[in-house]
């Protein structure tokens, strides 16, 4: 990711952000420091929390959508649609996107229905 910014007396710059397995860190260091006019390289270890998941879909007025059913830590229960399945409904319905959403939220969770390999 390139994000830019201003540096040190007003120069233009921009933050190179590299997201990468701990194995390929060292040749994506140099690599950094051999491509590019930086001198130097900021890079830490990082963790994940993720709240628990489970992959199934529902059936809305628009066609059948692709969710994941997510667990918060105070116990609420939230459905959230895959934006590929939301967009081509969009898209064959002919309606804006965020229609798709609602109608995903309007859903009861009693809706859900998970994926069989589970």
């Known amino acids: 990711m ?5 540096m040190k007396k007003g120069r233009p710059g921009f933050i190179v952000q590299v997201i990468s397995s ?8 140099d690599i950094l420091l051999s491509e590019t006019s930086a001198a ?7 963790e994940r929390l993720t709240l628990p998941r489970q992959l199934g879909s529902i059936n809305s007025a628009f066609g059948h959508i692709r969710v994941k059913k ?3 830590p105070a ?3 939230r459905l959230t649609p895959e934006y590929e399945d939301c967009k081509r409904l969009a898209e064959k319905n002919q309606v804006p996107l965020p229609e798709i959403y609602l109608a995903v939220a309007r859903q009861p969770v009693q809706a859900f229905k998970p994926d069989e390999e589970e």
Request: net charge positive; no cysteine; charged share 15%.
């Open 2 to 6: 390139l994000i830019p910014v201003q």
């Open 22 to 29: 701990q194995a390929a860190a060292t040749t994506l260091k």
């Open 40 to 46: 130097g390289l900021r890079f830490r270890a990082e």
């Open 70 to 72: 997510i667990l918060s």
């Open 75 to 77: 116990g609420g229960i």
